[in-house]
């Protein structure tokens, strides 16, 4: 069974930092290109990151670049996506992806 369980939300103030996890199950998953997305209360799905296979290929959104850094750790299944300088409008609920599966997500906030 595919699983992909995101971690480490919460609320943070302006300025601060978090870091999420994603454990990754029920497959190959150093095969397979990740991807950080989010969706802000009304708002669409909107992509964050993405790292290629072998942690290679790093892209962020115009929005995040500079503040967000993506990695993964293939010997642990594991995505991780650290968080820094964050801003309110970085308020949503966080998913981890790939070409098979969707997390269920974890929750950032973002406020004083």
């Known amino acids: 069974q595919v699983q992909l369980v995101e971690s480490g939300g919460g609320l943070v103030q302006p300025g601060g930092s978090l870091r999420l996890s994603c454990a990754a199950s029920?497959?190959?998953?150093?095969?397979?290109?990740m991807t950080w997305v989010r969706q802000a209360p009304g708002k669409e799905l909107e992509w964050v990151s993405s790292?290629?296979?072998?942690?290679?290929?790093?892209r962020y959104a115009d929005s995040v670049k500079g503040r967000f850094i993506i990695s993964r750790d293939n010997a642990k299944n594991t995505l991780y996506l650290q968080m820094n300088s964050l801003k309110p409008e970085d308020t949503a609920q966080y998913y981890c992806?790939?070409?098979?599966?969707r997390g269920q997500g974890t929750q950032v906030t973002v406020s004083s």
């Open positions: 029920g497959f190959a998953f150093r095969r397979y290109i």
């Open positions: 992806a790939n070409s098979i599966a």
């Open positions: 790292i290629g296979s072998t942690g290679g290929s790093i």
